[in-house]
């Protein structure tokens, strides 16, 4: 981290999964910017942690369909961070 992906949830039911490490304390914000760029994606993003716990979601903001998530990492570790479209659909566009 820092980091930009340029990603595609290229088909019904896909969920892209990235991975990265922290340490306890540290605030990652994770933005996603899709539906202000004209994409049909509503997506919505999960943080787990190793243990495959949620730490955080975020789908929709006051702003739009675009989550915009920032959290709090509760243990030093690797965590995951899962973006899918929050009506399972897919395709290039998305």
Do not use: H, W
């Not at 595609?8 to 306890?24: H, I, L, Q, S």
């Not at 243990?51 to 955080?56: L, M, P």
């Not at 899918?84 to 998305?94: F, I, K, R, S, T």
Request: glycine share 10%; with cysteine.
């Amino acid at each position: 981290l820092p980091a930009t992906v340029d990603g595609v949830v290229g088909r019904e039911k896909d969920v892209d999964v990235y991975r990265f490490t922290g340490t306890a304390g540290d605030r990652v914000r994770i933005e996603t910017v899709a539906a202000k760029l004209g994409s049909p994606v509503d997506a919505a993003v999960t943080v787990y942690d190793a243990a495959r716990q949620v730490v955080a979601s975020c789908d929709d903001t006051a702003d739009g369909r675009d989550p915009d998530l920032t959290v709090t990492l509760p243990r030093d570790g690797a965590y995951f961070v899962a973006v899918m479209d929050a009506n399972d659909l897919g395709g290039p566009q998305y």
